[in-house]
Structure formats: structure tokens, C-alpha cells
């Protein structure tokens, strides 16, 4: 215990200066200005006064950082939870319609319009129904006859015979198409219309060239190209790459749900084809040719 400057013990405890009371923090303090007799006395109580208040005020410094930096601790916690942002919607503009008499009639004539296009694309779409496992009769008239003379007589044509006998449907004339469907089903004998090689290299992804007369018996400027496609369920020949500008040639003799023969041929061992149209009329191909 320390002296005052009399060498008396004046114990006044830390609480007497309103801090919290600590027993490590007891000094002997000066209890009024009536017992201090000089100067170097009052200056004695004076140092060890601010030593008391510094100490403290390092305390509350300690402690005041110790709760700042558990508040900032809390706070990151707080900003790294994911937090949903919400979209708020803008109201729409409403947009007053205006019905008159005008507008009626637009909406009538669009209306006709539309179910006029329906029905045209129905009638258009309309193709007649193949019944399966049923045996096609090969037509022979006086069409075919004069094709079978035309290939042998004039272009000196060899081996000719009906590959396919068909119904064109839409899918054989529409542009985004651009080829004469043949499915393996309907052919007539597979086997004898090409040779072994030439079958090998169809089955095989291969395609080659070959020459097309139409109905009007012309024979097409461009050569048509013969390539096999690979169905689920079967396979089918195709004539494409010119089909489309070979259509609009003869858009007369080749129209929807018109039946057409297919038939092969060879002029110098090369593979050709040659189509007639069963439902026109004779004379007509007989002053064409």
C-alpha cells in the first residue's frame, strides 16, 4: 500500500470516480482538499488520478474495438446469404381496340380467306390410300405401247420395263422435296432393273447419273441423280438433285394424284429412265412427239 505525502494510508477505492469497481485498480487518493497541505502533495494524488483515467479509457478502448469487429463479423455473415432479387413487373400498356364496320369486314374477309385456303390445302393433301399386300395391276394401253416403241425404235433402247407404277402425291411435286419417291415395296422386280455393282453401290450410300424422258417424250436437258435412301422399315429409290426444274417442264402431265409409270432402259449399257402418264389423252402425246 502506498504513503501520502505525510506517510499516512488514505485508501479511496477506484468506484469513488465512478468507475467500475476492480480491486486491481485501488490507489490511495486524496478523500478532499482539506488534507492536502502542500503542493507536491496535490500534485501526487493529481498523476495518479490520470493514471487511473488512462487506464481505463485503454479498457474501454479494448473493449469498444472488440464489439466493432463482432459487429462487422456479423454483418459479412449477413451479406454472403444468398438474397432472391425480385423482378418487378411493369404493368402493360392496355390498347384500346377499335371495332367498326371496317374492322368487321377485315376480320370477315380474313376469316373466308382462311377457310378457303383450308379446304384447298385438304382437297390438295388428299391422296388415295394404298391398301398393303395388295397386288397392282399394270396398266397397258395405248400410252404405254407408244412409249415401249419410242424407247426401242427411237433411241435404240434395250431391257425396257415398268419399274414402278404410282400415284404422285404431294410430297413427289413440292419444291422443299426435290425428288420422285420410288419405296422398294411398290417396285415392280428390284433385281432386274439394275445390274449386281450397280445395286452393291446403292446399298452402299452411292449415287450415279442417269438420263429422264418425260410424258411429251423429251428427254431432260440435266441428268437426274439415282440414289437409295434407308427407311426403319424398307428402303425406297429416288430420282433428285433435277426433279424440281424436270416438274415444272412437264407441271401439265404432272400433277397431285395423277398415276404415272416409271420405267428403265438402256442405251449403251448406261441405266435411263423414262415416265408416262397413264390418264392423258393419246393424241395430245401424239402431237407432242
Not at 377457310?115 to 397386288?135: G, H, I, L, Q, W
Not at 419417291?181 to 446403292?202: A, T
Not at 440414289?227 to 429416288?238: A, C, F, G, L
Not at 415416265?275 to 402425246?285: K, N
Request: charged residues 35%; aromatic residues 8%; positive net charge.
Amino acid at each position: 500500500m502506498a504513503q501520502n505525502a505525510k506517510g499516512r494510508n488514505k485508501r479511496v477505492h477506484s468506484a469513488c470516480m465512478a468507475f467500475e469497481e476492480d480491486d486491481n485498480d485501488e490507489y490511495y487518493l486524496l478523500a478532499g482538499e482539506d488534507v492536502v497541505e502542500n503542493e507536491a502533495e496535490r500534485e501526487f494524488y493529481r498523476k495518479k488520478i490520470m493514471e487511473l483515467y488512462e487506464e481505463k479509457m485503454k479498457k474501454f478502448a479494448r473493449e469498444d474495438a472488440l464489439a466493432e469487429q463482432i459487429k462487422c463479423e456479423e454483418r459479412k455473415k449477413l451479406c454472403k446469404r444468398p438474397t432472391k432479387k425480385i423482378k418487378m413487373q411493369q404493368p402493360k400498356p392496355t390498347t384500346q381496340i377499335v371495332s367498326n364496320q371496317v374492322t368487321q369486314q377485315l376480320k370477315q374477309f380474313i376469316t373466308n380467306n382462311e377457310m378457303n385456303a383450308f379446304e384447298e390445302r385438304k382437297r390438295s393433301k388428299s391422296t388415295p390410300t394404298v391398301e398393303k399386300n395388295k397386288k397392282v395391276e399394270i396398266v397397258k394401253n395405248q400410252i404405254t405401247q407408244e412409249l415401249e416403241v419410242f424407247i426401242t425404235n427411237k433411241l435404240k433402247g434395250k431391257e425396257a420395263k415398268v419399274v414402278i407404277q404410282k400415284t404422285l402425291y404431294i410430297s413427289d411435286l413440292e419444291e422443299n422435296q426435290n425428288r420422285l419417291n420410288m419405296p422398294m415395296k411398290q417396285v415392280i422386280k428390284p433385281d432386274e432393273f439394275l445390274r449386281k455393282n450397280e445395286k452393291e453401290d446403292l446399298e452402299k450410300g452411292k449415287e450415279f447419273e442417269v438420263k429422264l424422258w418425260g410424258p411429251r417424250l423429251e428427254m431432260h436437258k440435266k441428268p437426274m441423280m439415282l440414289k437409295m435412301w434407308h427407311m426403319n422399315s424398307t428402303s425406297n429409290y429416288v430420282l433428285k438433285t433435277e426433279w424440281n426444274r424436270f416438274v415444272k417442264a412437264n407441271k401439265k402431265d404432272l400433277e397431285i394424284n395423277k398415276k404415272i409409270q416409271v420405267w428403265s432402259f438402256r442405251i449403251d449399257e448406261k441405266l435411263c429412265f423414262a415416265i408416262a402418264r397413264l390418264e392423258r389423252h393419246v393424241d395430245v402425246q401424239n402431237g407432242a412427239a
